[in-house]
């Protein structure tokens, strides 16, 4: 059922970036894009499987059968390739300055709430290279991550298949990490603010 609802919502995806317009994204909630730079990567990909499908298709012209179905599941892979970019382009990092809270999300198979008072410090990190461990997790976008968030406390992280664990750190790439650190430092401040400073 999770595999289904990833795939629609892969699929709705597509008509989402067709209107330009970003899941999640309003008055009070603040979107930081994380897609720009796997967009060569994922066009290649998309590029490829074309190729293949008007290769194969080719091919098969004399097999009517082997011909529709091997160009339907061929149309369908450009169709999930575009999808998973397209995922990541609507679904933005979101910080909710109304909720008190920062969604970090890797296209429509990962979505990570942390309240901003959980957020210990937040900084930029730019990191190539990632080691798994206990507590941490990488949202990475070409391999790499460009912020990391260290928590005061563990927050629930639900994986595509359902398996749930807990996260006190956590590492993702922003299109515009400076920025979205100095939101989420500015908000972080709102919800805490210094002594003598006007509730």
Known sequence: VRLLRHEL????????????????????????????DQAALMYGFAFVCLV???????LLWDVPVAHEV???????????????????????HLLDT??????????????LEVPLG???????????????????VDFAVGGQTSVRLD????????????RRREVRTVRFHADDAHGLV??????RSALCPGPGTPG
Do not use: I
């Open 9 to 36: 919502a892969l699929m709705g995806s597509l008509g989402r970036w067709a209107r330009g317009r970003r899941h999640g994204v309003g008055p009070g909630v603040e979107g930081f894009g994380h897609a720009r």
């Open 52 to 58: 293949e499908t008007a290769v194969v298709a080719w």
């Open 70 to 92: 091997t160009l339907l599941l061929d149309a369908y892979a450009v169709l999930f390739v575009l999808g998973l970019h397209a995922g990541s382009v609507t679904r933005p």
């Open 98 to 111: 109304r909720r008190g809270v920062l969604r970090v999300r890797q296209g429509c198979h990962r979505d």
């Open 118 to 136: 959980a957020v210990r410090e937040v900084r930029r990190e730019l990191l190539l290279s990632h080691r798994r461990a206990d507590g941490e």
């Open 151 to 162: 928590l005061v406390a563990p927050v629930p992280l639900v994986g595509l298949l359902g």
């Open 182 to 187: 100095a939101a989420v430092t500015r908000a």
